[in-house]
Structure formats: structure tokens, C-alpha cells
T-cell receptor, first 115, second 110 residues
Framework: EAQVTQNPRYLITVTGKKLTVTCSQN?????MSWYRQDPGLGLRQIYY???????DKGDVPEGYKVSRKEKRNFPLILESPSPNQTSLYFC??????????????FGDGTRLSIL | DAKTTQPTSMDCAEGRAANLPCNHSTISGNEYVYWYRQIHSQGPQYIIHGLKNNETNEMASLIITEDRKSSTLILPHATLRDTAVYYCVHYGGSQGNLIFGKGTKLSVKP
């Protein structure tokens, strides 16, 4: 089954404790992206990757890092989490970015609470 | 910012067709219109997309006006499981990010 898998689904942690949210897709997609969803603000893109070793900032990249060492994986790293990063996070992938005739497929989400 | 506007909420009786409108008068001529839905806080689920022609798949139909200023998503026989927030979506540009507006909360009632 084609899917985007995120882990963990839920995490409560404390300020400053480094954490990583993993994302993996099994569709051989080149493009992957991270979004955060906050009430009243909708979904906002954090980082995206057009292919292996190619990543770039989205609209709200501050406080986050990503890596793309393999095509299937795109982890989101919070080096020193802060309470304002408490949010619902989604990973998405699509075959490529250049042609807008490409639906993005989303993971089930990761709910992060930073105390 | 989103170039789409949708009603905040709609109700539909179970078994009836749900018609969800979207205005997107400022989307350019080569931009696809996508529809997603989100059930509770699950990941957005892709439904359908189109450019100029009407489209149909196993989930829904998409009717796009000839001037491309608006579209309507049709769920032909709504069920209780179709209760969700439905988003009319477009791409933001070179980042490949999808721009979600506020969406329409569809409530399917028995």
C-alpha cells in the first residue's frame, strides 16, 4: 500500500531536549515536504526537498532542520525545541515538484507538545 | 496567502449528494485546483484535482466553470464517514507547497 509514515504519532517533551520526527514514503517520490498546522493559521510549509541531498527552507523554517540522505526518508529535527513549536506536523510527498499536476500525499501526522 | 474562498460550513443528509463550492478567480490559467479533506486531525486526504475539464474518480466529481473562476466538488452519495473539513487547494509556487485556505466543514447527518 502506498503511504507516508510518520513517527512518533504523539510526543510530549520538554524545552531544549533534541528530538527527531521521522518520515518515510514507499512511492519512490522525489519531492518531500514538512508542514505544521496550527489553529487559525492553517498548514504552513517548514522545509522541502526536491531530491536526495537537496533541501530548502519553506515559509517557517526557524528552529528546524531536515536531511535527505535517502530518497524514501525525510526526518525533521528540532535541535532545541521550544513551546512555540507545539503543533501538529505533517510530512507529504509527491512524484516531483515541477509539474503541478501532482497530488501530494500526506502522513497521518505527529502531535508535538513542548513543555 | 490562499487564493480560494469557501463557505465555512455546510450540512448534508446522508445518502444525498454533497456539493461543495469554491471560488478561485485569481488562480492562473495553468494552475491546477486540488481538493483535499481532513477528518479530525488526521493527515489531509487527496480527493481529486483538475485544470479545465470536469473530472471524476471513485471518490468524487469535480466541476470547473468554463472561466475557471470557481469549481464544485460533488460527493454523489454522502455517508456519515464523509464528515470532514474539505479544502480547495492550489500550489504556492516554486517551493511546491500546497496552499490551504480555511476549508468547509461538511457535516453529514442521518
Amino acid at each position: 500500500e502506498a503511504q507516508v509514515t510518520q513517527n512518533p504519532r504523539y510526543l510530549i517533551t520538554v524545552t531544549g531536549k533534541k528530538l527527531t520526527v521521522t518520515c518515510s514514503q514507499n512511492m519512490n517520490h522525489e519531492y518531500m515536504s514538512w508542514y505544521r498546522q496550527d489553529p487559525g493559521l492553517g498548514l504552513r510549509q517548514i522545509y522541502y526537498s526536491m531530491n536526495v541531498e537537496v533541501t530548502d527552507k519553506g515559509d517557517v523554517p526557524e528552529g528546524y532542520k531536515v536531511s535527505r540522505k535517502e530518497k524514501r526518508n525525510f526526518p525533521l529535527i528540532l535541535e532545541s525545541p521550544s513551546p512555540n513549536q507545539t503543533s501538529l506536523y505533517f510530512c507529504a510527498s509527491s512524484r516531483d515538484r515541477g509539474n503541478s499536476n501532482q497530488p501530494q500525499h500526506f502522513g497521518d501526522g505527529t502531535r508535538l507538545s513542548i513543555l | 496567502d490562499a487564493k480560494t474562498t469557501q463557505p465555512t460550513s455546510m450540512d448534508c443528509a446522508e445518502g444525498r449528494a454533497a456539493n461543495l463550492p469554491c471560488n478561485h478567480s485569481t488562480i492562473s490559467g495553468n494552475e491546477y485546483v486540488y481538493w483535499y479533506r481532513q477528518i479530525h486531525s488526521q493527515g489531509p486526504q487527496y480527493i481529486i484535482h483538475g485544470l479545465k475539464n470536469n473530472e471524476t474518480n471513485e471518490m468524487a466529481s469535480l466541476i470547473i466553470t468554463e472561466d475557471r473562476k470557481s469549481s464544485t466538488l460533488i460527493l454523489p452519495h454522502a455517508t456519515l464517514r464523509d464528515t470532514a473539513v474539505y479544502y480547495c487547494v492550489h500550489y504556492g509556487g516554486s517551493q511546491g507547497n500546497l496552499i490551504f485556505g480555511k476549508g468547509t466543514k461538511l457535516s453529514v447527518k442521518p
